[in-house]
């Protein structure tokens, strides 16, 4: 019989000695949390352990260990290297040419006493530096944002997929997808238990770290997910030294002045249909400038404030981003799917929350959206007081409003993660700041920032991707010509000079 995910997840870690752990890109609490956690844990068990994921984490997170280690980048370079036995000469100089003649890269090496010979020379390669990766939170590989490139990376080295998506698609060599786990966070647990049979690996920081995942990802215990095991669990990581008022506080307590004071405007804002059953607040790009705050301060506040209303079905905030209308939705009353909603606009997500895009200005859309919402709850989709409704009924349908403008690269991920309004939603490459009550960031990364060395005209290299060598001048050379008979003043020549 074949080994449990866990099972093999364990003998993989056990067998190897560089582990590359990566998340999702827009970190979430779930996702860094994990990713600490496993750092500090397989530290502990002599690993060396690079974690990382494509875009920063939001500073609210800045209470967790070892978050400053996360990188954005993977090295994932493979170099050939020419190594020269130093038994016999010292190097005093170090260049390289093209020969064009025969297309080759000719290295020159000019030695300060003595004299290298051929078999002094070894070339060999530089394996990959990891022999294990661990992909947690993320249900697929483009999730990980630019760090999915090269994807080859992920082809030649083993992946351990851990996940509690419904969608994920099963991309590792080990899968340990399980779809009842609140978060990534709670499968880690059972693992890292696992793992610790000499010695406890569960200690203050990395119960926190775990905890983390598990707050965020249930709404600290108030999401539908929430089930009797995420509170055993919790209780496990409390009493393993877990710091719960810290993480409520930087999760849920800590909001910048900025953040509040563009509440303030929303909430100022809030509309109630009383005939339908909803309440609305929207939000222009002037307004999120005014207050001083940027598109991350959105988050939370339909699940902080608007969602506590009552005798509604549910809430909606429109708000504009970059030529886009971005509506997000939350259902209140019981029952009340908003994701039908969202798919009258193209959009999607779940019952309890949901979200759509569409192009085009506030000032222009708003009417139009709201129209298209009162219509589709008057056709009895939604809970609506259909005795409030009759009278207005014809002149409602006689003024439907034209198709909103869907966006283009329009992508739901329509069997998505649990009704968790913390799972955030994927509007094709962005997310959807209102549906998680925390703060994202967008990502920041641009193609040029992403480090290869794929690049073969060594003169465009920047010194130090290529190697430790660093230029001398270009002059140099002519004075070292009798080094070698195969340089000639024509020939584009770069010299470098030896610094270890
Ligand atoms: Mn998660």
């Known amino acids: ?10 003998e993989l870690i056990n067998e190897a000695k560089n582990i590359l752990v990566v998340s999702h890109k827009n970190p979430d609490g779930d996702s860094l949390g994990c990713l600490v956690a496993l750092k500090l844990v397989l530290t502990a068990l002599e690993k060396n352990v690079t974690i990382a994921c494509a875009d920063q984490p939001a500073k609210m997170f800045s209470f967790l260990t070892e978050i400053n280690q996360l990188e954005t980048k993977i090295d994932s370079s493979k170099n050939l290297i020419i190594s020269l036995n130093l038994d016999n ?21 000019s030695a300060k006493e003595g004299n290298f010979a051929e078999e002094d020379v070894k070339v060999k390669r530089s394996g990959a530096k990891f022999d294990l990766i661990i992909i947690l939170d993320s249900p697929n590989l483009e999730r990980l944002g630019s760090l999915a490139q090269p994807a080859d990376l992920f082809y030649e080295i083993p992946v351990v997929n851990i996940d509690h998506h419904p969608a994920n698609e099963r991309f590792g060599k080990v899968n340990w997808v399980e779809l009842i786990a609140t978060s990534t966070a709670e499968i880690l647990v059972s693992l890292i238990e696992a793992l610790s049979k000499d010695k406890n690996l569960i200690d203050n920081e990395v119960a926190t770290a775990l905890l983390t995942g598990l707050i965020y990802d249930t709404s600290s215990f108030q999401n539908v997910n929430t089930t ?21 506080k930087h999760l849920y307590k800590t909001k910048s002045l900025e953040t509040l004071k563009l509440w303030g405007t929303i909430l100022l804002n809030v509309k109630e249909d009383k005939i339908h059953h909803f309440l609305w607040s929207s939000v222009t790009k002037d307004d999120i ?8 301060a959105l988050g939370g506040i339909l699940d902080e404030l608007l969602k506590s209303a009552t005798d509604v079905d549910f809430a909606l905030l429109l708000s504009e981003r970059e030529g886009q209308v971005h509506g997000s939705l939350r259902s209140i009353a019981k029952g009340i799917d908003v994701s039908q909603i969202a798919t009258i606009f193209g959009g999607g997500g779940h019952e309890a929350a949901a979200a759509f895009r569409i192009d085009g200005r506030l000032v222009d859309s708003e009417n139009e959206i709201l129209e298209k919402i009162r219509h589709f709850q008057n056709s009895g989709n939604v809970g609506v007081d259909m005795d409030n409704v009759v009278d207005k009924k014809d002149e409602i349908e006689e003024e439907t409003p034209a198709e909103p403008k869907k966006s283009e690269n329009f992508e739901i991920d329509a069997d998505g993660p649990p009704p968790s309004v913390q799972e955030d939603i994927e509007l094709g490459e962005k997310e959807v700041v209102g549906s998680s009550p925390l703060e994202m960031e967008e ?16 003169s465009a290299q920047k010194p130090e991707e290529l190697s430790p060598f660093e230029k001398s001048q270009e002059d ?17 020549f770069t010299e470098t000079e030896t610094k270890w």
Do not use: C, F, W
Request: avoid cysteine; charge should be negative; glycine fraction near 6%.
């Open 1 to 10: 019989m074949e080994n449990s995910p866990k099972q093999q997840t364990i």
């Open 89 to 109: 000469a010292e190097v005093e100089k170090l260049g390289y040419k093209k020969n064009t003649q025969e297309n080759t890269m000719d290295i020159v090496i």
């Open 228 to 248: 009797p095991k995420s509170l055993t669990v919790a209780a496990q990581l409390v009493a393993a030294g877990g710091r719960q008022q810290e993480i409520i």
């Open 289 to 296: 400038e005014k207050a001083g705050a940027d598109e991350s």
């Open 443 to 458: 990502s920041g990364i641009k193609d040029e920032d992403i480090l290869g060395i794929s690049n073969p005209d060594l």
């Open 476 to 492: 140099e050379i002519s004075d070292d010509k009798s080094h070698s008979d195969d340089l000639k003043e024509e020939d584009s």
